[in-house]
């Protein structure tokens, strides 16, 4: 059974740092593209950073490319996504979500979802 988890969430001033992590089970890792999402009260998934399965390539959304870093760890079936200068914008539930050798950016492309965690920005 394929899970994924996602931890690291919590309250953080606007300005601060947070860093995300998500961890896989069930499934060949190294041949899964991961990505991470956001979605706000009221608002869909928003697509926030993604790494390809080798870890090679990386691709940001406009709104988080200067600030957050997405890494993976194929020996350990990790992927974190490292944030700065949080903005209170910044918000939301965020989601890594896992598809098979692929470079996309549309939630609905990715077969396997983590229950998400939270993150607030306080002003």
């Known amino acids: 059974q394929v899970q994924l988890a996602e931890s690291g969430g919590g309250l953080v001033q606007s300005g601060g740092s947070l860093r995300l992590s998500c961890v896989a089970f069930?499934?060949?890792?190294?041949?899964?593209?991961i990505a991470w999402f956001r979605q706000a009260p009221g608002k869909e998934h928003e697509f926030v950073a993604v790494?390809?399965?080798?870890?090679?390539?990386?691709y940001y959304g406009d709104t988080v490319k200067v600030r957050f870093t997405i890494s993976k760890d194929n020996n350990k079936n990790t992927v974190d996504l490292q944030k700065h200068s949080l903005e209170p914008e910044g918000s939301a539930i965020y989601f890594c979500?896992?598809?098979?050798?692929?470079?996309?950016?549309?939630?609905?492309?990715?077969?396997?979802w983590g229950q998400g965690t939270q993150v607030t920005v306080s002003s």
């Open positions: 979500a896992a598809a098979f050798k692929s470079l996309k950016v549309r939630p609905q492309e990715y077969s396997y």
């Open positions: 069930g499934l060949p890792f190294s041949s899964y593209t």
């Open positions: 790494i390809t399965w080798t870890g090679a390539t990386t």
